[in-house]
């Protein structure tokens, strides 16, 4: 029988609802059939939420991944003990959870890069705390990015019947113009081709789309479609992508969502992100696309305002593991037949 793949699944804040979805997830032993989950994080936490909620399932807190044996009603957790319980609660974080998520992150990626796990599933932070806490990045994607020593990476979604990979990532909307370059389309659309075979299609058609309305219709309000778009999807033609013409955005995610396209390459991040999370809202994925690494995450925040009061809907971090397990099948095919 073939070994089902090893996911860890990062905690997240520890003041969010990271705790309460991966514990649900872990209840409703959906998982199992599916992968060996471990929880990267801080068995204290995981153990007060259980307690709380009245969930059925135990929590055993193990120092190294070879203590790991999942089953049904038992949560594994590698434990970093990073979270001081005296003054821990919930929807209140501060600087100490910036530092214990990106534990988290860094031990994940650790085991991931040595293939002691087979893909890291990621529950939700605060980029606000990070930073708070004197670690300066935009997000998960960054760190990440960093921590693989990944220069070329990209923000990918799935859901609602979409896929979506962002040319700008988080960036003020006033400093979209200038960074939608010849380059950085380029970049995004050999991404989006790349990420594409992670699913299993080998040639995928990719929907463009425009920065400006209308494509800037003519030049006459905008230009960027014409000077950088364009000749970045001809450039990528010439590689063998199957890239369209910068479509109108208002037109373009309606083709997409009838089959028209496979994946859409938006320009900035709420261009992509608003119709599909609009279809999908609270079950669609975000994947970090570019890493040696398979990284899936939820497509929502830390939700203080409703942690620890057993509300949260554990959906996204379900079809986030079950798109990592996919991703592991594909990244196995794709390495024998390079063999």
């Not at 990476?153 to 990532?169: A, D, K, P, Q, S």
């Not at 040639?203 to 400006?212: D, E, K, Q, T, Y």
């Not at 014409?226 to 970045?232: F, S, V």
Request: aromatic fraction near 6%; hydrophobic fraction near 45%; include cysteine.
């Amino acid at each position: 029988m073939e070994r089902k793949p090893f996911i860890a699944i990062t905690m997240g804040d520890p003041a969010g609802v990271g705790p309460e979805i991966i514990a649900k997830v872990i209840d409703s032993n959906e998982l199992l059939p599916l992968c060996r989950p471990l929880v990267i994080g801080d068995a204290g936490v995981m153990k007060k939420l259980v307690e709380e909620q009245r969930l059925s399932i135990s929590v055993r807190s193990i120092s190294s991944i070879a203590d790991a044996d999942p089953a049904p009603g038992k949560l594994d957790v590698l434990d970093l003990r990073n979270v001081n319980l005296a003054t821990h609660a919930w929807g209140k974080p501060g600087a100490s959870s910036g530092t214990a998520v990106v534990e988290y992150i860094r031990r994940a990626v650790d085991l991931a890069l040595k293939n002691d796990v087979d893909a890291v599933v990621t529950a939700p932070i605060s980029k606000e705390m990070m930073n708070a806490a004197g670690h300066h990045y935009a997000g998960h994607t960054e760190l990440l990015a960093e921590l693989t020593n990944t220069r070329d990476y990209g923000m990918f979604f799935v859901g609602g019947g979409l896929r979506v990979i962002l040319t700008t990532i988080h960036v003020a909307l006033k400093d979209v113009p200038c960074r939608i370059t010849q380059a950085a389309v380029l970049k995004t659309l050999r991404l989006a081709h790349q990420a594409m075979r992670s699913f299993g299609m080998d040639h995928p058609r990719i929907g463009v789309a425009a920065l400006n309305p209308h494509a800037g219709e003519g030049r006459l309000f905008g230009s960027e479609e014409w000077d950088e778009i364009l000749p970045a999807v001809v450039k990528a033609r010439g590689e063998g992508i199957d890239a369209s013409d910068p479509i109108p955005a208002d037109t373009l995610f309606y083709k997409a969502r009838n089959n028209y396209y496979d994946i859409v390459v938006a320009m900035y991040h709420d261009q992509g992100l608003a119709p599909l999370k609009m279809l999908a809202f609270g079950n669609a994925v975000n994947v970090t696309v570019g890493l040696p690494i398979i990284r899936t995450s939820v497509d929502h925040g830390t939700a203080y305002d409703i942690a620890g009061k057993g509300c949260a809907d554990p959906t996204s971090l379900l079809e986030a593991v079950k798109l990592a397990v996919i991703m592991c099948a594909h990244r196995k095919r794709i390495h024998k037949e390079a063999l």
